[in-house]
């Protein structure tokens, strides 16, 4: 059964760049596209972007100015950096499998801006 | 761009039926068949009930159902259970093939 599964640092500082990787266990990321979503505390969530296994990506137009999604095959992951962080962005952040529609989710990361 | 509207709670007894609204615009749902639904429960991810409209995935009960009209989304719940309180979400394919939620809505189960 394939399985997605959020890493990375829990806090970061504002300004800074928000990092963080989706390893994709049980299949290949190698066949379809890749999304991260976030939702910040007690809110709803947001659609930030996705990417394709050839890398070809696609993004909200509230963030793309600050975020990049990335693909890396041989290691079967995908990563999310978003650049000069506020308070705003404060959120769980999920990754999850497909564009327009996710059936496989990652757990979810909270990452704090402060 | 702003969220799709859903209303922010729903409720209703054991063994009734519920509806959810979503509605936008002929830029997003009224303009494209790929609206999905989530269900939510606290502390969890989020879980696909609906997508490309009224499809159910494989799991996902058949007293979840959804349909469209115009610009107007809606799911059904029928034959609510306990286990139905959660958090729902809409979500529309939009215009440069961005995807846009609805705030979510609240269903509590009397």
């Known amino acids: 059964q394939e399985q997605l599964l959020e890493s990375g640092p829990g806090l970061v500082k504002p300004s800074e760049t928000l990092s963080l990787t989706c390893i994709v266990s049980?299949?290949?990321?190698?066949?379809?596209?890749w999304s991260w979503i976030r939702q910040p505390p007690g809110k709803g969530l947001e659609w930030i972007g996705y990417?394709?296994?050839?890398?070809?990506?696609n993004y909200s137009s509230s963030l793309k100015s600050r975020a990049t999604i990335s693909v890396d095959t041989s290691k079967n992951l995908f990563s999310l950096e978003l650049t000069s962080v506020t308070a705003a962005d404060t959120a769980v952040y999920y990754c999850?499998?497909?564009?327009?529609?996710?059936?496989?989710w990652g757990r979810g990361t909270l990452v704090t801006v402060s | 761009q702003s969220a799709l509207t859903q209303p922010p709670s729903a409720s209703g007894s054991p063994g009734q039926s519920v509806t959810i609204s979503c509605t936008g615009t002929?830029?997003?749902?009224?303009?494209?068949?790929?609206v999905s639904w989530y269900q939510q429960h606290t502390g969890e991810a989020p879980k696909l009930i609906i997508y490309?409209?009224?499809k159910r995935p494989s799991g996902v009960p058949d007293r979840f159902s959804a349909s469209k009209s115009g610009s107007a989304a809606s799911l059904t719940v029928s034959g609510l259970r306990a286990e139905d309180e959660a958090d729902y979400y809409c979500?529309?394919?939009?215009?440069?093939?961005?995807?846009?939620f609805g705030a979510g809505t609240k269903l509590t189960v009397l």
């Open positions: 049980g299949g290949s990321i190698s066949t379809y596209y």
């Open positions: 490309d409209g009224n």
């Open positions: 990417v394709f296994y050839t890398g070809s990506a």
């Open positions: 999850a499998k497909g564009r327009s529609s996710w059936k496989t």
């Open positions: 002929t830029g997003d749902v009224g303009g494209y068949p790929y």
């Open positions: 979500c529309s394919y939009v215009d440069n093939s961005h995807l846009l």
